[in-house]
């Protein structure tokens, strides 16, 4: 089969591998569509997880099933929930598996070989049926839409109040569009790049800046804010947007040191969360809501054979344009 490898930092090649066989209780999925996360460009500038094939946003078609697979046929319409959770461990225990520094690691895309490929072998308790209404196309969005729900959730938001979505990549795109769902009324995304700021609009942002510090001059602080951009040095910007008593939801993935100024923090008594990842009520509320707001997918501007993934991580580096980025290995 046709896949790509993450073989040092900034080095991905397109590479022949054998198609994977399903043991016992696997499958084996063709891959129709994976997207491009901001954690795979994260692992990709430093090479974390390499000689292996990344990719864990990915839906297909069952090819193959092993022994003891009962639930699942070849031809079956399938999205993957790539997480393996180690199930011993506190946050297990604790029903967070969310959290589990094993299913962070170690699973589809990460430690083991994901989505980057025309084939990928994946434990079919990871498998998720979609509805007959939710087009396959569509359906490699189920696990960033599932990060953006989880996000959200993880803070009380009252609708009449401003919120604000710094970074408007895939996940802030998406948050924006959950709020909406959830009807907050003022939503403000907050990024540099054209392209993103008008999605944002699409999705339901009522407003949109290039930076920081148009917000400061123009909305008072807001009771909410979401960091999804994941970048160190966004992080007090974020923070200072905050009113006071409000929370700040760190929905993106911040890889390296950041310098912070927290004594306003402090004063202002605000709030800073983390959230990783999703849950399994997370993933399928993301499913249900994919398959009725197909519009969703607009997100989605343009997609890569596998033979164009290199030149798609450099791209997106540093983007000027375009939205989300989907790898086709049909292409």
Same mark, same amino acid.
């Given at each position: 089969?046709?896949?790509?490898?993450?073989?040092?930092?900034?080095?991905?090649?397109?590479?022949? $591998?054998?198609?994977?066989?399903?043991?016992?209780?696997?499958?084996?999925?063709?891959?129709?569509?994976?997207?491009?996360?901001?954690?795979?460009?994260?692992?990709?500038?430093?090479?974390?997880?390499?000689?292996?094939?990344?990719?864990?946003?990915?839906?297909?078609?069952?090819?193959?099933?092993?022994?003891?697979?009962?639930?699942?046929?070849?031809?079956?319409?399938?999205?993957?929930?790539?997480?393996?959770?180690?199930?011993?461990? *506190?946050?297990?225990?604790?029903?967070?598996?969310?959290?589990?520094?094993?299913?962070?690691? *170690?699973?589809?895309?990460?430690?083991?070989?994901?989505?980057?490929?025309? $084939?990928?072998?994946?434990?079919?308790?990871?498998?998720?049926?979609?509805?007959?209404?939710?087009?396959?196309?569509?359906?490699? $969005?189920?696990?960033?839409?599932?990060?953006?729900?989880?996000?959200?959730?993880?803070?009380?938001?009252? +609708?009449?109040?401003?919120?604000?979505?710094?970074?408007?990549?895939?996940?802030?795109?998406?948050?924006?569009?959950?709020?909406?769902?959830?009807?907050?009324?003022?939503?403000?995304?907050?990024?540099?790049?054209?392209?993103?700021?008008?999605?944002?609009?699409?999705?339901?942002?009522?407003?949109?800046?290039?930076?920081?510090?148009?917000?400061?001059?123009?909305?008072?602080?807001?009771?909410?804010?979401?960091?999804?951009?994941?970048? +160190?040095?966004?992080?007090?910007?974020? *923070?200072?947007?905050?009113? +006071?008593?409000?929370?700040?939801?760190?929905?993106?993935?911040?890889?390296?040191?950041?310098?912070?100024?927290?004594?306003?923090?402090?004063?202002?008594?605000?709030?800073?969360?983390?959230?990783?990842?999703?849950?399994?009520?997370?993933?399928? *509320?993301?499913?249900?809501?994919?398959?009725?707001?197909?519009?969703?997918?607009?997100?989605?501007?343009?997609?890569?054979?596998?033979?164009?993934?290199?030149?798609?991580?450099?791209?997106?580096?540093?983007?000027?344009?375009?939205?989300?980025?989907?790898?086709?290995?049909?292409?």
């Amino acid at each position: 089969m046709r896949a790509v490898k993450l073989v040092d930092a900034h080095q991905l090649e397109r590479v022949d $591998l054998p198609d994977p066989e399903p043991g016992r209780d696997e499958v084996v999925v063709r891959v129709n569509g994976c997207g491009i996360c901001g954690s795979d460009l994260s692992a990709y500038k430093v090479g974390l997880f390499s000689d292996n094939v990344p990719g864990h946003e990915f839906a297909g078609l069952v090819e193959a099933v092993g022994d003891g697979v009962s639930d699942w046929q070849a031809g079956d319409r399938v999205v993957v929930d790539p997480k393996m959770p180690c199930g011993v461990c *506190a946050d297990c225990l604790a029903g967070a598996q969310h959290r589990c520094a094993i299913a962070l690691t *170690a699973g589809l895309g990460f430690a083991r070989p994901g989505g980057f490929a025309e $084939l990928v072998l994946s434990p079919a308790r990871l498998l998720h049926r979609l509805p007959a209404h939710l087009a396959l196309d569509d359906a490699c $969005l189920v696990e960033p839409l599932s990060i953006a729900i989880h996000g959200v959730e993880r803070v009380r938001m009252d +609708p009449d109040g401003t919120t604000v979505v710094v970074g408007l990549g895939p996940i802030g795109l998406f948050t924006v569009a959950v709020l909406r769902a959830r009807g907050v009324r003022t939503i403000i995304g907050v990024d540099p790049v054209d392209d993103r700021r008008r999605l944002a609009v699409d999705l339901g942002a009522t407003g949109t800046v290039a930076t920081a510090a148009e917000i400061r001059a123009t909305v008072e602080p807001a009771p909410v804010v979401f960091e999804c951009s994941g970048h +160190p040095d966004v992080l007090h910007t974020a *923070a200072d947007l905050v009113a +006071p008593g409000g929370t700040m939801v760190m929905v993106g993935v911040p890889f390296g040191e950041a310098r912070v100024a927290p004594l306003m923090w402090v004063t202002r008594e605000i709030s800073i969360l983390g959230s990783i990842a999703s849950s399994e009520d997370d993933f399928r *509320a993301s499913i249900a809501m994919l398959a009725e707001g197909p519009a969703l997918a607009r997100i989605v501007t343009r997609r890569v054979s596998l033979d164009g993934v290199p030149a798609a991580f450099e791209a997106l580096i540093a983007p000027s344009s375009g939205g989300k980025v989907v790898v086709d290995p049909r292409l």
